[in-house]
């Protein structure tokens, strides 16, 4: 199977003229995003929390958290984002994804917008 890419704008809510912007890995596999800590901390996010996530290798671990907005494909949605480290690879979840109703299609490997965002 390929790997899908979109380019995601990150912003602060509270602070919407900081953002940044990033080619993210979409990962349908993935519940939240993942952006490298020291892109949140440039505009002005800071951890609100933790949660533990479960890594492909069935290894847990326990990272920071925040909220904030992201835009992609001409849509805008709150959504929680996990402090990577420093040199990750951004990744775009599939609870963002699922959030304006756009889907990988399996064949070709690309995003492909819904006729409606699902609500069952």
């Known amino acids: ?3 899908t890419h979109v380019t995601v704008t990150v912003r602060n809510s509270a602070q919407p003229e ?4 990033g080619l ?3 990962d349908t596999g993935s519940v939240d995003c993942l952006v ?3 892109h949140l901390k440039a505009i002005g ?5 933790k949660r533990s996530y479960e890594l492909a290798d069935g ?3 326990t990272l920071d958290i925040t909220t904030a907005e992201i835009e992609f494909m001409g849509d805008i949605v709150g959504s929680t984002i996990i ?7 951004p990744i775009l ?3 963002a994804l699922e959030s304006v109703g756009i889907e990988v299609d399996p064949q070709s490997q690309r995003l492909k917008r819904l006729p409606a965002v699902r609500l069952k």
């Open 1 to 3: 199977m390929g790997v």
């Open 18 to 21: 900081k953002t940044w912007d």
């Open 24 to 26: 993210f890995l979409v």
């Open 36 to 38: 490298p800590g020291k």
């Open 45 to 49: 996010l800071q951890p609100r929390g």
């Open 59 to 61: 290894t847990e671990i």
């Open 83 to 89: 402090f990577g480290p420093d040199d990750a690879e």
């Open 93 to 95: 979840g599939v609870t």
